[in-house]
């Protein structure tokens, strides 16, 4: 899956106003949420859950995120990452997000439960503001 | 929902054709078919029938139920026709196209096991349970064990240790779903700690293991008796006492046996108030080797926590230990189910519980016994009400009572047929007073019928005092399992000093049977805690990554809320097989890091 994530990130870099690219589709509110285009690249990870429903067909997880700490899932942003083949669903998600702190929770789901698990712990991200630009190092 | 949006579903399927009366969907064909709703039917309506439904139906005597969609309408019947008569008059009406029964329809995931319907534990629907006692019910108060088993019913690949007072493992409904331990050198499923022998049959025909097993795992949908929680399971016997309860060391010994063979699940259905070390460190050692010990509250209406009263293993504070309390028929506590809001983790079911049993239990009327000099059959008041009871001498019952005669030699025996069992046990109360050494009470058996004292063999010999309470007596009757097996007492006695002698009261015999197919009901903590087991098994099948604490939280996570646990355990939760199944952790371990 890692040779996957990288080609991901390659295409993301093409849809820059996308708020973020994942594995699977966000929903459409999610997509057509244009994000300011000075960002960068978030890689969100998490253990896989050990439920067989979140690891096959209909199973899932969902990385929600957003500005305020604590933030509630209704109405929140997500990145639906569903299983895609294979022993486990993947765990590992790249998102476009502006220049600021986020705060990003992850909810697993199954097909015998969609509306999910508990959300995660939340984990916080300061993306810089500035981002560097590219440069050449000039060498002697 | 699952089952609900199926019967809705067919129900639907079967509108778009107009069916003939009698035609029944093939989905179910092989289900044995329930009679159609009584006083129902559902009519189709022509596309250019102009009457209203409501109008048909008055016409006919009846009542328009309700309209389903625009041409279908259920009619209720009130003429007091019969079904096939209605069906003809609906047909014959010109608005009418179609006409056919209401068709009632079985969930999948029900099992055929005859007795099924009264295991209230595992689907509740206010029935009553034969045998059990008078009990108020809240339907649905249960496992939701029918939209688990529309998930998953087999549980083979979870082996369950059943640390008990042995099981019958060739009853009927049982034989199919234990251990193979043959390659380990045990091919009988288990192990005797009690006996120290391989054979975990429940030599003193006490049931209580073969109940609990049968809890978790009896064999599902094969018409026969009950359904466990697991409808193939993979039950591990292991006999580590009898009716009189357990040691510190068998329990030790036969916690290594289950870890060492691969249980990954122990119930525990006991439990005691000594704080013990050795007990707590196997425990300890089950937990560092990921294995869950589902255990009992107790069945005292005691506070676990109140420092009192504590019962171990419940109150060990291991979090391998899944520690339950007994919930009835209307999911209150049962009344002698003990809590405690830190150690009883869960509730579960557990009064009027039907399950196996390993063999026949026989209560004797104490009438048509052979008799000689003083014994009499007579019927007694005791603290518990008037009981039959065979006496010697007649007087026994009197106030003031009577002396047995001097220079006794009397016997009473009577036949019972025991040809094919594999163990049987004669279980009674005994009074006795007689002269202390000199005077004695006798028990004998003979495998070939007639007086036992003059063909047989001696069992037991009794003298003195029991007092004013009786001692329960359980004797083996191995070498009488004939057809004309006599069983019998002698009250032998010498010329000087009687006293007043002694009374028999509630014999029965208790027997275990390959091939049984008996059942009984039991109350108490002790059979709360296999239907947490039971479904603990269903969902580390179901989870095969799961680890012990996964198990446990389904369980505790995944549980009902129920308000008479609230506060009196740590969960206030009953443990509910589809929540278990449903229940998802949350994820951990998430990192985020700008790229």
């Not at chain 2, 009400?385 to 009397?410: E, F, H, I, M, Q």
Request: aromatic content about 8%.
């Amino acid at each position: 899956m890692t040779c996957r994530v990288a080609a991901l990130v390659v295409i993301c870099t093409g849809l820059w106003t996308l708020a973020a690219c994942g594995y699977g589709e966000a929903d459409t509110a999610e997509q057509t949420a244009a994000e300011p285009t000075q960002g960068r690249f978030v890689e969100v990870s998490w253990n896989p859950n050990r439920e067989s429903g979140v690891n096959r067909a209909g199973g899932g997880y969902r990385v929600y995120h957003g500005t305020t700490p604590g933030f509630g899932l209704a109405g929140a942003k997500f990145v639906d990452v569903p299983y895609a083949g294979g022993e486990t669903t993947p765990t590992r998600v790249v998102l476009a997000l502006s220049p600021g702190t986020h705060y990003i929770k992850v909810v697993a789901y199954s097909a015998l439960n969609p509306a999910g698990s508990v959300p995660s712990a939340e984990v916080a991200v300061t993306v810089p503001a500035a981002p560097e630009a590219f440069a050449q190092v000039e060498h002697d | 929902m699952t089952k609900v949006c199926t019967a809705v579903l067919l129900a639907l399927a079967l509108l778009v054709v107009p069916a003939r009366a009698g035609e029944r969907p093939a989905a179910i064909a092989n289900a044995p078919a329930p009679p159609p709703v009584p006083d129902e039917l559902l009519v189709r309506f022509k596309a250019e029938a102009t009457a209203a439904p409501a109008s048909v139906a008055q016409r006919l005597g009846d009542r328009l139920q309700r309209a389903l969609g625009a041409r279908y309408a259920v009619m209720k019947l009130e003429s007091g026709q019969t079904l096939a008569d209605a069906l003809a008059a609906y047909r014959a009406m010109p608005e009418v196209e179609a006409v056919q029964p209401n068709y009632r329809y079985r969930f999948l995931a029900v099992p055929n096991d005859p007795l099924y319907p009264q295991l209230w534990a595992l689907n509740n629907d206010g029935q009553p349970v034969e045998g059990g006692t008078l009990a108020a019910a809240i339907p649905g108060s249960d496992l939701d064990m029918e939209r688990g088993w529309d998930e998953i019913t087999d549980c083979t690949s979870v082996i369950v240790a059943v640390l008990d007072s042995g099981v019958n493992y060739l009853h009927q409904d049982i034989a199919g779903n234990l251990w193979d331990g043959s390659a380990a050198g045990f091919p009988l499923h288990g192990y005797d700690f009690l006996d120290d022998d391989n054979d975990p049959m429940p030599a003193d025909a006490f049931g209580h293991g073969t109940h609990v097993a049968a809890t978790i795992g009896a064999v599902g949908n094969n018409g026969i008796g009950v359904a466990g929680v697991c409808w193939r399971a993979q039950i591990m016997a292991l006999r580590i006492g009898d009716r009189r309860g357990a040691t510190t060391a068998r329990i030790v010994q036969a916690m290594q046996f289950a870890i060492e063979h691969g249980a990954r699940i122990i119930n525990l259905s006991l439990g005691g108030s000594e704080h013990d070390p050795a007990f707590e460190e196997e425990v300890e050692r089950a937990r560092r080797r990921g294995v869950l010990v589902v255990t009992a509250a107790g069945n005292e209406g005691a506070d676990n926590d109140d420092g009192a009263t504590p019962f171990y293993p419940c109150d060990f504070p291991q979090d391998n230990v899944v520690c339950t309390a007994a919930l009835d028929q209307s999911y209150n506590r049962a009344s002698f189910s003990n809590f405690g809001a830190v150690s009883v983790d869960v509730g579960a079911p557990g009064t009027n519980i039907l399950s196996a049993w390993p063999g026949r239990v026989r209560a004797d009327d104490l009438r048509g016994w052979v008799r000689t000099g003083g014994w009499t059959e007579t019927v007694c008041n005791f603290n518990l009400g008037r009981l039959p009871a065979l006496v010697n001498p007649a007087s026994w019952c009197a106030t003031p009572p009577g002396t047995y005669a001097a220079g006794a030699n009397d016997v009473a025996y009577k036949a019972f047929d025991l040809a094919g069992v594999r163990h049987a046990r004669a279980a009674f109360f005994r009074f006795l007073a007689t002269e202390p050494d000199v005077d004695f009470l006798g028990y004998a058996l003979s495998p070939v019928g007639g007086n036992p004292f003059a063909v047989g063999s001696l069992i037991a010999l009794h003298s003195g005092s029991t007092g004013t309470r009786p001692i329960e007596e359980s004797i083996d009757l191995h070498g009488c399992f004939t057809s004309t097996c006599t069983f019998g007492f002698r009250l032998q006695s010498n010329g000087a000093v009687a006293d007043r002698g002694v009374a028999i009261v509630g014999l029965r015999i208790d027997t275990v049977e390959p091939n049984a197919n008996a059942y009984a009901v039991l109350q108490g903590t002790s059979m709360a805690a296999p239907h947490v087991a039971g479904v603990a098994a269903l969902v580390w099948a179901y989870n095969p990554r799961y680890t012990s604490a996964d198990v446990r939280a389904a369980l505790i996570e995944g549980g009902e809320p129920v308000g008479a646990l609230a506060g009196i355990t740590a969960s206030g939760r009953a443990v509910n097989a589809f929540g278990a199944l449903q229940y998802i952790a949350p994820p951990a371990g998430v990192a985020a890091a700008v790229r």
